[in-house]
């Protein structure tokens, strides 16, 4: 009676592992389809902001220690650079001084440069719409907040401009941790054939970066 019933516990178990297994190879074939894109992909996202309008208005959302910020300002020239960030939620120290005071300590100085500590969503009120020439997002990277983030600086950013930002790629497989903390692709995927858009630039990187021309 036991064995008969360890039989079928077994059975049992072993056909919803191979439903399981089925299914995230689903998921997977899913994610690995082709992705076309206007231009040849890209090698770094260096590169890729190379290609974005020079002596710009800029926003970074997203900021952390502000390294990128640095290339962004090095690479474009930008007319302003507007760097947002609420940092209080993943404030690391680095000899002594916090990630936000390191932004500080950076770009306090340059008057092309605004730091703003604030939350996605609050910063983008204090702009009115069709102001940034592009914007750049690497902030949560979870499905809500990449969709929230995309949606809140869209009617910010002018004709022809682009929406622009890190992290498109697939961490892992379902049901893995990093799998559901990073889900920009299903975000940035479903923002682009809302508004019958299409991926301007993609960089072929572990973690690749995009570019979204606006068109209104």
Not at 92 to 101: H, I, R, V, W
Request: with cysteine; proline share 6%.
């Amino acid at each position: 009676m036991i064995t008969h019933l360890f039989l079928i516990a077994f059975l049992f178990t072993f056909d919803l592992f191979c439903e399981t297994v089925e299914r995230t190879k689903s998921n997977i074939d899913h994610w690995k389809q082709a992705i076309t894109t206007p231009s040849p992909w890209l090698k770094s996202r260096e590169q890729l902001i190379s290609l974005l309008p020079k002596e710009a208005v800029v926003a970074e959302i997203g900021v952390l220690r502000g390294d990128f910020s640095s290339q962004i300002l090095e690479l474009t020239k930008p007319e302003h650079l507007f760097l947002i960030d609420c940092w209080d939620l993943c404030d690391f120290f680095e000899a002594g001084l916090s990630d936000y005071q390191l932004v500080v300590s950076k770009f306090d100085n340059n008057p092309k440069v605004s730091i703003i500590k604030n939350t996605s969503s609050e910063a983008a009120k204090n702009f009115p719409d069709n102001y940034f020439d592009w914007v750049y997002i690497d902030a949560n990277h979870s499905y809500d907040a990449v969709k929230n983030d995309l949606e809140t600086w869209f009617p910010k950013v002018k004709n022809g401009g682009f929406i622009s930002g890190h992290d498109y790629f697939v961490p892992g497989t379902p049901g893995t941790p990093n799998y559901y903390s990073y889900l920009v692709v299903p975000a940035v995927n479903e923002f682009v054939a809302k508004y019958n858009l299409e991926i301007t630039y993609l960089t072929n990187e572990p973690i690749a970066s995009y570019a979204i021309q606006i068109r209104k």
